[in-house]
């Protein structure tokens, strides 16, 4: 069905465009002293193209919106909430809480300055972006992010089904109670990498930062080059190959991992777990 084109419009009002089925918004302005919200709560099979979005909750219990080469402003909180089947290209999104409980998401070409963006969502795709947040996509699964560059601090925690490649991450507490990911080709600056994880590989990856990788379980390590990373691996079930320069490895639990160079490995008589993991020269592992 051929959409109807609405063209250099403005709405100020609230809910404006309640509803609303097959629209094309070309050139539109959703912003007034009627600071009127939800302008498209409920809609379906919607396209925004150049549009800016100065309001609050315009997009709640969506099915199918395209949104491109749009802003979406920081007073325009909490955008997309509750919907399905997103596709934002080349666009902003300013506005805290950007994204919660939505599925089937794409974001292309996309620079976002949200907190808490992206919680509880399911089957994300990210290319060719950036993202700035504070605890980003928790509890969220089925992410797969490529040329993302992120920064922001406990990003990706609780998360199920990542798969990562490609991206730079500058963050802290990253990956926490994170199960079944893959991150590889990824530079990752940040301490206190992965704790508390499950069934993660990294392949390829650079990794800075203190205590990174305790409390993991079946943690996987692939030619991953480490920059004077200290107190690694606590109480870990790890292995795998490591490049580059280790600080330390305290109390490692189970596994073997091959190093390239550790200065110090550490087991200390407090420890309450057996500690038997094996750390080898390189290559013999």
Known sequence: MEKKIIEN???????ALYAAKGVKLI????????DGESALKESSSVELENCYMDLRYPFWHVKGISVSSSELTPNCRAALWYSSSIDVKQSKMF???AIRECQNVNLEGVE?????????SHSISIKDSRIESEYAF???DGIKADNLRFNGKYSFQYTRGLHLSHCILDTKDAFWHCEGAVIEDCEVNGEYLAWYSKD????NCRIKGTQ???YCQNLRLVDCVFEGSDLAFEYSEANGNCLGHIASIKNFRL???SCEQVDQIIKTEDSVYPCLGKVLPFGRG
């Open 212 to 214: 990174p990788f305790c």
């Open 9 to 15: 419009a403005s709405f100020g009002q609230e809910r």
């Open 112 to 120: 976002v300055l949200s907190p808490e963006f992206g919680w509880r």
């Open 200 to 203: 993660l590989t990294f392949i």
């Open 138 to 140: 928790f509890e969220s």
């Open 95 to 97: 506005g805290i809480k």
């Open 255 to 257: 596994g073997e991992l």
């Open 27 to 34: 050139g539109c302005r959703f912003e007034g002293i009627e």
